[in-house]
């Protein structure tokens, strides 16, 4: 069993993609494997973070090509939930210049409305 758990949502065409668990060389590429599909289907995508646990510089990098691909594409990302340390990380690496931030998948969802 792998350390993340993936679930998908769709709530006024938006995508919603749950993560529970780490981010790490380990589970990067099945997050990649499964976040495919998703991208090609959502022009606004919102990944929950509530409940990962912690991100690797594998999973960062991940994390990045998914910005990627959805803005080369037109789309709209936006990072959800992430913890104290989690936010730490992302904005050390200088991830938060590019991504939408809410503190919940609420206000993730009410910023895209």
């Known amino acids: 069993m792998y350390k993340l758990e993936i679930s998908t949502n769709e709530h006024a065409g938006i995508g919603i993609v749950s993560l529970l668990g780490e ?22 995508l919102i990944l929950d973070l509530t409940a990962v646990q912690s991100v690797s510089s594998v999973g960062l990098r991940k ?13 709209q990302i936006l990072l959800a ?13 200088g991830f938060l210049n590019y991504f939408i ?13």
């Not at 060389?25 to 991208?39: G, N, R, V, Y």
């Not at 939930?81 to 690496?93: K, P, Q, V």
């Open 23 to 44: 981010i790490d060389a380990q589970t990067a590429p099945i997050l990649e494997l499964e976040l495919m599909p998703i991208l090609r289907r959502y022009n606004k």
């Open 63 to 75: 994390i990045l090509m998914i910005y990627r691909y959805i803005k080369f594409h037109n789309g």
């Open 81 to 93: 939930g992430m913890s104290e340390s989690l936010r730490n990380i992302m904005w050390a690496a």
């Open 101 to 113: 931030v809410a503190e919940s998948l609420e206000m993730g969802l009410a910023a895209f409305e």
